[in-house]
């Protein structure tokens, strides 16, 4: 036997594993755009007030710096299905909420960016419940 053929279940993936895998892939991308957005920033190619690096609050450095690096990365983990790629994107999502909900004079109010986290989390556990009752009746079943 195969080393693919040890590692393809036997029964396919239900609908739900398939919509989730979807979804992970399409906060990837959500999450790749944003790391892009923060790296156009850092490079000095954003046309605003805070266009180049050096010119930005110490706060706004730290934050895009960080931003910069965990999104692409929490891209990666998502698009690939990676256990850890929720997690870190989590970590974005709470730095970002924190930024715009918490500190608003400094960050700014961006609370569709805040709405946009929150929707995925909550769809996220809501996939994850739905996994978890499928494999616990699948369990009970046999």
Known sequence: M?????????????MVETLFAWFQRLVAVYCLIFGVLYW?????????????????????????????????????GLWMLASWGPVIWFICAVT????????PAMFGQHYLVVAIHVFAACLYAAFRIIMLVQKRRVTSQG
């Open 2 to 14: 195969s080393d693919i053929e040890a590692r393809t279940p036997l029964f396919g993936l239900s």
């Open 40 to 76: 156009v920033r850092l490079i000095g190619y954003y046309d605003g007030p805070l266009w180049r690096f050096d010119l930005m609050p110490v706060y706004w450095q730290v934050v895009s710096v960080t931003l910069s690096a965990f999104f692409p990365f929490a891209a990666i």
């Open 96 to 103: 970002e909420t924190v930024m715009y909900v918490g500190f």
